[in-house]
């Protein structure tokens, strides 16, 4: 079905063979599709890698951000129906692991397609979020945020003409965590697999363990050396993880 698909959603990194599975990413606040492209040839033949492109940054720079979880899941989604002929499975990091949440349950109640799994990484389980008002306070403080986070090139801050081409998708994912839950913790249909840096600032492990609680089909959690961007020392365990899922 997904043969010949250009979608402005997903940056695709073909297999070589027709897949058989597909492992959709979902990049972090302020992040974008080529946060994953290491991890575009990372699998045996016959995985896909679908490196998800919010809107408001490279190829999709002229769009405005999506300010709402919730919006952002509705439209990934939709975008995900031609390419739901094999079985995805999600990763989702920080703000991605809630987006992730919100499509899995939406490819199950609107469409009946339950993913093979959802991996989430250095973010909260819905109910135990609290609200946050970066988003209200001024530019540096924003970007002070963004660099304590890590992830994000400190040279593409740290120029003006730069920073004002970025500011708004940031602002908008920031809104976008920041007014996402708490909400009541509807469960997935699907395995539930967590991923957590011992050494991050924000999430601990007892954080990501809650994830267990939306998971009725089974729940792991794996604690890994590092920060908030643990999975970027530690993308060769983090894929490791992922190919036995995918294998």
């Not at 109640?109 to 991996?119: C, D, E, K, T, V």
């Not at 009541?184 to 994830?211: K, L, N, Q, R, S």
């Amino acid at each position: 079905m997904a043969v010949g698909i250009d979608s402005k959603w997903f940056r695709r990194y073909g297999t070589g063979a027709a897949p058989r599975r597909r492992l959709v990413c979902l990049p972090h606040a302020g992040g974008s599709a080529g946060f994953f492209h290491g991890w575009g040839t990372a699998f045996d033949y016959g995985v896909e890698v679908l490196a998800t492109r919010y809107p408001g940054r490279q190829e999709r720079l002229a769009e405005p951000g999506i300010d709402r979880i919730e919006d952002l899941a509705d439209e990934v989604t939709a975008a995900l129906l031609p390419f739901a002929d094999v079985p995805l499975t999600l990763f989702g990091h920080s703000m991605g692991a809630s987006v992730g949440y919100e499509v899995a349950l939406r490819l199950e109640s609107r469409y009946g397609i339950l993913p093979q799994a959802l991996f989430v990484s250095s973010r909260k389980a819905p109910h135990e979020l609290t609200p946050q008002a970066t988003y209200l306070d001024g530019d540096e403080a924003l970007l002070e945020e963004v660099r304590g986070l890590g992830g994000t090139d400190g040279e593409l801050l740290d120029d003006p003409d730069l920073r004002e081409v970025v500011l708004p998708a940031l602002r908008a994912d920031f809104k976008a965590v920041g007014t996402y839950g708490p909400r009541t913790a509807v469960p997935v249909g699907c395995p539930v697999v967590a991923h957590v840096g011992d050494g991050d600032p924000h999430i601990t492990a007892e954080d990501m363990a809650a994830w267990g609680e939306v998971a009725p089909a089974g729940f792991e959690l794996r604690v890994l050396p590092g920060n908030h961007f643990y999975l970027v020392e530690q993308r060769d365990a983090v894929v490791r993880a992922l190919a036995a899922h995918l294998g």
